[in-house]
């Protein structure tokens, strides 16, 4: 039993309870009780796209058609969608978003929940590009200034991310490498495998929209990248990862103090039909979290239909692992594991019922669902 004070801070859990069935004041659910989740990665500015891109056309065109695209929709109702879809996960118990930023278009949705005492937003605002050397600050500062400005005003978290390790010049991936949170897009695609070996569609993508070879093909992979170009303090969040290897994963663990690894499992399936290391993650111990990616990649920006989604493909991935990682790995991924993600006393975490469970079995039924409590 978990005791909340009037403004939702935790006062106390119970594991042991006397005639719990006739305590005052107490509410009864059927179900699992969780604190409130966190989308550790999520495009909230891409709402309109929902049913825009066909399923699993591959990265490259997945790539083309949002940057085509972008435009299609009027900036006033991409703000919109941006407000529905931030309600939807509120109501649907998600407490906390890592959400990336390319423009402000999301700002108003996140600044209304701010003062609604709503969903808690880390925003990353991220910049790609391939400038001559020269040319890299004034770039970098173009791009990130107006959205931390935009984010000050409105009294917003905001700090700037790369996009990914192989869109970003050599001098304007150093440039954000003292930011207090990155948050990367890291071996999500098949497209990426062979990038540093100058072949697959990416490098021809990112090649091709440079107009020269990239200037970071020296490090030789991703991971080497990552581990030779920021500081080992650094407070990284690591996104999709479907396509990292166990050695990938080792120099990353070994390099890194803050490293989380986060699972968009229904984008990846959506756009290359591919699956998350859930396991290598799981047996390696590392700190993992969940995120649903846009809605120009998925069906919706809910959590549980995420945690179904793994439970469905890898039937041994215990549900209580998958919970954690909804909940507290997220709260850890963004620095807000003090405040967020569990029920402890003096935490804010609120509470949620997830609903559509065997118990015997401890499986997600079809008929799973959250509903916020508090």
Known sequence: MVRFAADGTVLSVETECERIDSLPRTEYHNGILIPGMVNAHCHLELSCFRGAIPPQAGMVEFIRQVV?????????????????????MWAEGIQAVGDIS????????KTQALREGRTVYHTFAEYFGLPAEEEAEAFYHRTVDPLLTAGAEAGLVVTPTQHSTYFVSEK???????????????????????????????????TASAGREPDFLRYGGHAERLVGSLPRE???????????????????????????FVLCPRSNYYIDADFPPARMLLEAGARVALGTDS????????????????????????LETMLLWATLGGAQALGLGDCLGS?????????????????????????????RLL
Not at 68 to 88: C, G, H, K, L, Y
Not at 344 to 369: C, H, I, M, N
């Open 68 to 88: 085509s695209r972008r435009n299609d929709f009027p900036r006033e109702v991409q703000i919109e969608r941006a407000i529905e879809e931030d309600r939807t």
């Open 234 to 260: 650094a407070h990284l969040v690591l996104i999709h990862n479907t396509q990292m290897r166990r050695k990938d994963l080792d120099s990353i663990l070994s390099h890194f103090e803050d490293v989380t």
């Open 102 to 109: 390319n423009d402000t278009t999301s700002f108003p949705a």
């Open 172 to 206: 304007l991936f150093r440039l954000g490498a003292d930011s207090p949170r990155m948050s990367i897009h890291f071996m999500e695609t098949p497209a990426e495998v062979d990038f540093f070996d100058r072949r697959g569609g990416i490098y021809d993508l990112v």
């Open 343 to 371: 029920f402890e006393p003096g935490k804010r975490p609120g509470a949620v019922l997830l609903s559509g469970v065997d118990f015997s079995t401890l499986r997600l039924t079809k008929d799973a669902r959250t509903v």
């Open 295 to 318: 809605l120009s990649s998925n069906t919706s920006l809910s959590l549980v239909e995420e945690v179904r989604w793994l439970a469905e493909h890898d039937p041994s991935l215990p």
